[in-house]
């Protein structure tokens, strides 16, 4: 399985990204996809994940700003980021669970500043 991530970049305080992340080489549909995050001296934080196409969860701090969906034909995972903070500020990965083995992509980097 490979992922293919993008949409990092620059970005104002209360701006917005979209982060998409595109896996590869699966025969069967993935089931769980999300978004994990680290920024510099911190662990790495589960953002938002999505599970069956339908379940939802995210990080407590992103509620209500942040929203992820698929495109399940495409095999693509999206972050939806809104009203940016600089606390938002990090190294942000896609993963999937796939027949039960994590994959990773190689990390987006999201700066929140003005």
């Known amino acids: 399985v490979q992922l293919q991530a993008s949409g990092g970049g620059l970005v104002q305080p209360g701006g917005s990204l979209r982060l998409s992340c595109a896996a590869s080489?699966?025969?069967?549909?993935?089931?769980?996809m999300g978004w994990y995050r680290q920024a510099p001296g911190k662990e790495r934080e589960l953002v938002a994940r999505?599970?069956?196409?339908?379940?939802?969860n995210y990080l407590d701090s992103v509620k209500g700003r942040f929203s992820i969906f698929r495109d399940a034909a495409k095999n693509t995972v999206y972050l939806q980021m809104n009203s940016l903070k600089p606390e938002d500020t990090a190294v942000y990965y896609c993963y999937v669970n796939y027949i039960l083995r994590d994959y990773w992509g190689q990390g987006t980097q999201v700066t929140v500043s003005s």
């Open positions: 080489g699966t025969t069967f549909s993935i089931y769980v």
């Open positions: 999505i599970t069956g196409g339908v379940t939802t």
